[in-house]
């Protein structure tokens, strides 16, 4: 069975510091990873996805993720936080048994101080 | 492109009642998936259609809910009747199938709330 787990609830940086959100995945085919983010009252938007070209993946707003085999992580980062990147952020794996269905993680929420 | 529309953005009713959730999805897209976001359980899939057709409907959570998709443009989500713990986010997302990392489009969401 697939699933993703988010290493963290919460994370708190400082405004231009780096942001890193933890993600771990199990799937029993070759997954297909996303990050999703939402922002308050808001629906969720693509910040970047995994298709198996490029183990390093860029995003929008600055984001980038590396899916990571040996380690089954597909971690997300940033070298500095924005004010506006305070929202809760969603790892979520769909693989080619099922690639209709999208399993999320639980989020992490990340706060951005001045 | 307006995007995924949904409506009403939030829905207050009184256990018991009859709510419908309504959801027009993105012009061409072919899959149109129905989610349920609460505190407890998360984001999880209730059902998706395929050109029109429920494919899965495995995560609905019991007969109280219904979903139908009549036209391309159209589909709705009934709760009948509605009960406290239906208290969520539902978000409607769709998508076109362009390969196997295809990635589907959010509408902002019903925030519903059955007192």
């Known amino acids: 069975a697939q699933s993703v787990t988010q290493l963290d609830s919460h994370v708190s940086v400082s405004e231009g510091t780096p942001v890193l959100l933890r993600c771990n995945y199990s799937?029993?085919?070759?997954?297909?990873l996303f990050w999703y983010v939402q922002h308050p009252n808001k629906g969720l938007q693509l910040l970047l996805k995994?298709?198996?070209?490029?183990?390093l993946v860029k995003g929008i707003n600055g984001f980038e993720a590396e899916f990571k085999k040996s380690e089954t992580s597909f971690h997300l980062t940033k070298p500095s936080a924005h004010m506006s990147d305070a929202a809760e952020y969603f790892c979520?794996?769909?693989?080619?048994?099922?690639?209709?269905?999208?399993?999320f993680g639980a989020g992490t929420r990340l706060a951005v101080h001045p | 492109d307006a995007g995924v529309i949904q409506s009403p953005r939030h829905e207050v009713t009184e256990m018991g009642q009859e709510v419908t959730l309504r959801c027009k999805p993105i012009?061409?897209?072919?899959?149109l998936f129905w989610y349920r976001q609460t505190m407890m359980r998360g984001l999880e899939l209730l059902i998706y259609?395929?050109?029109?057709?429920?494919?899965?409907d495995s995560g609905m959570p019991e007969d109280r809910f219904s979903a139908k998709m009549p036209n391309a443009s159209f589909s709705t989500l009934k709760i009948q009747p509605s009960e406290p713990r239906d208290s969520a986010v539902y978000f409607c997302?769709?998508?076109?199938?362009?390969?196997?990392?295809?990635?589907?489009?959010f509408g902002p969401g019903t925030r519903l709330t059955v007192l």
């Open positions: 997302a769709s998508r076109s199938w362009t390969g196997p990392t295809d990635t589907q489009y």
């Open positions: 799937s029993s085919y070759s997954p297909s």
């Open positions: 995994y298709t198996s070209a490029a183990t």
């Open positions: 979520v794996v769909s693989d080619m048994g099922g690639y209709n269905k999208l399993i």
């Open positions: 012009s061409g897209h072919d899959y």
């Open positions: 259609f395929n050109n029109n057709v429920p494919i899965d």
